[in-house]
């Protein structure tokens, strides 16, 4: 009961000054009475279990309808308005993902067949549990890099030979790596029965189903808020990053090289050394052909971006390229005649399911840390962000969920990672796309391909599918027109961008996004660290302060001096704090009080030495002349938070001052910060009122507290 007395006398005692007749008054004294708040553990806990453990008919509705979304919003689908739209938009996006999941999968070190499969499960399993109507959910191009360098490195481990890509027969080694699950690849009859392609996938697929785990286990404990570490600074940077070592890995497709992947810190360094030692070796036949690719490619992607307002529906370049590139490969037999490198067979149907290997989990598991909260970083803002265009809500936690279920259940039918991708996603909403109905045609598309057409591809050649990926790294190379307005917005950020860009392309993609939210992070301490510290002064005709370097013409109480501390008080800033209020102010009470007891020492020993103390009433009266000002004032109002060094920082700079005369006011503190100040017991009862809710009431306050002589009145 004290305490609340204590804290009802810190928060709501208020006086002010008024000016009558050239007198200094009081006007009424302003109470404000603080909420009472209650704080029992125990029965917060017991609430919050109740709530969850309550089961109505109408609360279990509402728990299917929020874990399943398309309960809700499926059966109240407008056939008429929306249907036209999500078959258009539905049927584009499948197009180009039918040549882009095919390339991709080369990106994440797979046969092309898993690429289809993993656009297809993503489709239908995100239309069941996302919220979002417009993002695309499929194949993106970092996380399946991310993918291609773990696999590599453990297919190295596994002792598979990086450098060839032995054909495999899917159907038959699939299912016999599944009876023989157990064994090591290192075992050479474990080696006969899976090979390459078989283990690869495997890899693929476990770490798919860790990172599917960990994005499902964040949606449950519901920790988003993860997601606001990834500033768009750091995440522009380190997709453009990234981007170089997308770019790098398909050099080698483009030239018609047969390299092995760099794995591991200077990866893309690595990569460009082993071309240049083996350009010698370019096939001629694919680097034709990727020029000739490009050709059409650019200028058709500028023409499609520059005229989108007016084409009602993108040109389907990409799988023009691919279909005549094919028709082109086969009746020119370029792989016989020339040894150009071609997709190889891709097989109907649908594998049976497996389950991910648990061996491989302590190895894969840091790994698919980094890709989840890639995965679900982009897929969440990519929501939010088109829900704010479009004027509804997504639900950041039931995001997750979905992302996560796109990444558990396709894991076992030979996937690899997926997440929203923001180019498919600006086809998709370009094209008319009203709900998730336009994914479940998107996946049809994908269907058909799987089940008849994907044989066709056979001769497609390897240079074209690196052609397609480096065409779709545009959007993140032209980053850099933009850091001439980045660095005019923000110095920090641009410096963070720039930090995660070089990091994720010169040392690894992993590395790089630990390097940019550590940097990110730094950069947040540093700032409170050092911040912003000014003297106020008054705006004339107004109860407005303002800083005094920034505007002129502001009004200034000789007699007081008013401060502002532009971030959170805390431990790391603490000495800050103290030396930029001293510095301001002209005034460091230690050293005034120093000095005031040397020269109180030097006086006892002089009378003691001689009876006239002449000289020494001199000197003491130097070192104890009046100060310029008898009042501070802390504006408090960019003060977040205190901690107990803080606390007890502005409880030592009070006592300081106080010694030497000065008397230190606290003005526009925030509930948070007076209830620290409460707990901390900066001011206990009886004492004099030191907290006020604006600059100018702590200033007319002074004024009426020190006579018009300069001297405190402790009645006033």
């Given at each position: 009961m004290a305490a609340k007395e204590e804290a009802n006398h810190i928060h709501s005692s208020f006086e002010l000054a008024e000016i009558s007749d050239g007198k200094p008054k009081c006007?009424?004294?302003?109470?404000?009475?603080?909420?009472?708040?209650?704080?029992?553990v125990k029965s917060y806990v017991m609430k919050k279990v109740r709530k969850a453990c309550s089961c109505t008919p109408a609360r279990a509705k509402d728990q299917i309808t929020s874990f399943l979304p398309v309960l809700k919003w499926l059966p109240k689908y407008n056939v008429k308005e929306n249907i036209l739209g999500d078959l258009m938009s539905g049927l584009i996006v499948g197009i180009l993902l039918v040549p882009q999941s095919i390339a991709y999968s080369l990106l994440a070190g797979q046969e092309p067949i898993y690429g289809l499969y993993t656009s297809f499960f993503a489709s239908i399993i995100y239309f069941l549990f996302g919220t979002s109507r417009h993002i695309s959910v499929g194949i993106f191009g970092i996380l399946c890099l991310m993918i291609g360098e773990v696999v590599d490195r453990e297919l190295h481990r596994a002792g598979f030979d990086l450098e060839s890509s032995v054909p495999s027969s899917y159907h038959s080694d699939m299912s016999v790596s599944v009876v023989n699950s157990t064994l090591g690849p290192m075992n050479q009859t474990s080696q006969a029965l899976c090979d390459?392609?078989?283990?690869?996938?495997?890899?693929?697929?476990?770490?798919?189903?860790?990172?599917?785990?960990?994005?499902?286990?964040?949606?449950f404990f519901q920790v988003g808020f993860v997601s606001v570490y990834l500033s768009d600074s750091l995440l522009s940077g380190f997709v453009t990053g990234a981007s170089f070592t997308i770019l790098t890995s398909q050099a080698k497709y483009l030239l018609g090289l047969d390299i092995p992947r760099s794995n591991g810190v200077g990866s893309l360094?690595?990569?460009?050394?082993?071309?240049f030692r083996n350009i010698h070796k370019t096939n001629l036949c694919d680097l034709c052909t990727s020029c000739l690719c490009l050709l059409v490619l650019v200028p058709t992607k500028e023409l499609n971006e520059r005229f989108k307002s007016k084409l009602k529906a993108p040109l389907p370049t990409e799988l023009v390229v691919v279909v005549v590139a094919t028709l082109a490969s086969h009746f020119g037999k370029l792989e016989e005649k020339y040894g150009s490198s071609v997709s190889g067979h891709i097989p109907t149907g649908f594998l049976p399911p497996q389950p991910p290997d648990w061996s491989l989990i302590p190895s894969l598991a840091a790994d698919a840390l980094a890709i989840a909260i890639i995965g679900f970083a982009i897929t969440v803002s990519l929501s939010e962000m088109f829900a704010k265009k479009h004027g509804y809500r997504v639900k950041a936690n039931q995001e997750m969920y979905a992302i996560g279920f796109c990444n558990i259940i396709p894991s076992f039918f030979h996937c690899?990672?997926?997440?929203?991708?923001?180019?498919?996603?600006?086809?998709?909403?370009?094209?008319?796309?009203?709900?998730?109905?336009?994914?479940?045609?998107?996946?049809?598309?994908?269907?058909?391909?799987?089940?008849?057409?994907?044989?066709?591809?056979?001769?497609?050649q390897k240079c074209v599918l690196g052609v397609i990926t480096i065409v779709n790294l545009r959007g993140a190379l032209r980053k850099f027109s933009d850091l001439p307005k980045m660095w005019r917005l923000s110095k920090v950020d641009t410096l963070i961008w720039v930090v995660t860009m070089l990091s994720s392309a010169l040392i690894s993609t992993e590395l790089g996004l630990l390097i940019g939210v550590c940097f990110s992070m730094l950069c947040v301490i540093v700032r409170?660290?050092?911040?912003?510290?000014?003297?106020?002064?008054?705006?004339?005709?107004?109860?407005?302060?303002?800083?005094?370097?920034?505007?002129?013409?502001?009004?200034?109480?000789?007699?007081?001096?008013?401060?502002?501390?532009?971030?959170?008080?805390?431990?790391?800033?603490?000495?800050?704090?103290?030396?930029?209020?001293?510095?301001?102010?002209?005034?460091?009470?230690?050293?005034?009080?120093?000095?005031k007891r040397k020269a109180e020492?030097?006086?006892?020993?002089?009378?003691?030495?001689?009876?006239?103390?002449?000289?020494?009433?001199?000197?003491?009266?130097?070192?104890?002349?009046?100060?310029e000002f008898h009042t501070i004032v802390i504006d408090c109002c960019a003060l977040q938070f205190l901690d107990t060094a803080g606390i007890h920082t502005l409880k030592e700079v009070r006592k300081d001052y106080g010694e030497i005369g000065v008397n230190v006011l606290l003005a526009q503190c925030s509930p948070s910060v007076r209830d620290s100040l409460s707990r901390g017991e900066y001011a206990k009862k009886g004492e004099a009122n030191l907290l006020f809710h604006s600059v100018h009431q702590a200033v007319e306050y002074a004024l009426s507290a020190y006579g018009q002589n300069g001297c405190y009145d402790s009645e006033a």
């Open positions: 006007r009424p004294r302003i109470l404000l009475e603080p909420v009472q708040r209650h704080t029992s390459r392609s078989c283990h690869a996938i495997t890899i693929g697929a476990t770490v798919t189903f860790i990172a599917g785990v960990y994005q499902v286990a964040m949606g360094i690595a990569t460009w050394i082993n071309i690899f990672t997926t997440s929203a991708a923001l180019a498919k996603t600006l086809v998709k909403e370009s094209t008319g796309c009203r709900t998730q109905v336009s994914g479940v045609v998107s996946g049809l598309v994908i269907l058909l391909v799987l089940l008849v057409i994907a044989p066709l591809f056979y001769s497609l409170t660290q050092k911040p912003e510290g000014q003297l106020l002064g008054c705006v004339p005709e107004s109860e407005i302060y303002e800083p005094l370097p920034a505007y002129r013409d502001l009004r200034t109480t000789p007699s007081i001096r008013v401060f502002r501390f532009e971030a959170p008080l805390y431990y790391a800033n603490k000495e800050t704090f103290k030396s930029m209020l001293y510095k301001l102010t002209g005034v460091n009470p230690l050293w005034v009080l120093a000095a020492k030097q006086k006892l020993c002089e009378e003691t030495a001689s009876p006239n103390g002449n000289q020494a009433a001199v000197s003491v009266q130097l070192v104890t002349q009046t100060l």
